[in-house]
Nanobody, 125 residues
């Protein structure tokens, strides 16, 4: 049974930092592309960042480029999202997701098979 468990959300201040973690189990972690999504109230879910199974290729939404960094630790079966220079508009529920490698580009939010339960990130101004 595949499980993705996020942690690290909470309240942050504008200009500050938070780090999200996603522990994966029940899948061949090195094989899967991992993505971080977010959904703010009244908005559609969007792909924030993605990292290939190899860990050497990443992609980011324009809104977070230069502020967020996605990484993965193969030994711990964990993917991270380091969020810096936070803005109030980063407030959302953040989800970790896993996708088996496909022909879709890393910037595509399509094809993710497994999802975590989500963790709330709230940024105050």
């Amino acid at each position: 049974q595949v499980q993705l468990v996020e942690s690290g959300g909470g309240l942050g201040q504008a200009g500050g930092s938070l780090r999200l973690s996603c522990a994966a189990s029940g899948l061949a972690f090195d094989t899967y592309t991992m993505g971080w999504f977010r959904q703010a109230p009244g908005k559609e879910r969007e792909l924030v960042a993605a990292i290939a199974g190899s860990g050497d290729i990443t992609a980011y939404a324009d809104s977070v480029k230069g502020r967020f960094t996605v990484s993965r630790d193969k030994a711990k079966n964990t993917v991270y999202l380091q969020m810096s220079s936070l803005k109030p508009e980063d407030t959302a529920v953040y989800y970790c997701a896993a996708r088996y490698p496909s022909g879709s580009p890393l910037t595509s939010g399509l094809g993710y098979h497994y999802w975590g339960q989500g963790t709330q990130v709230s940024v105050s101004s």
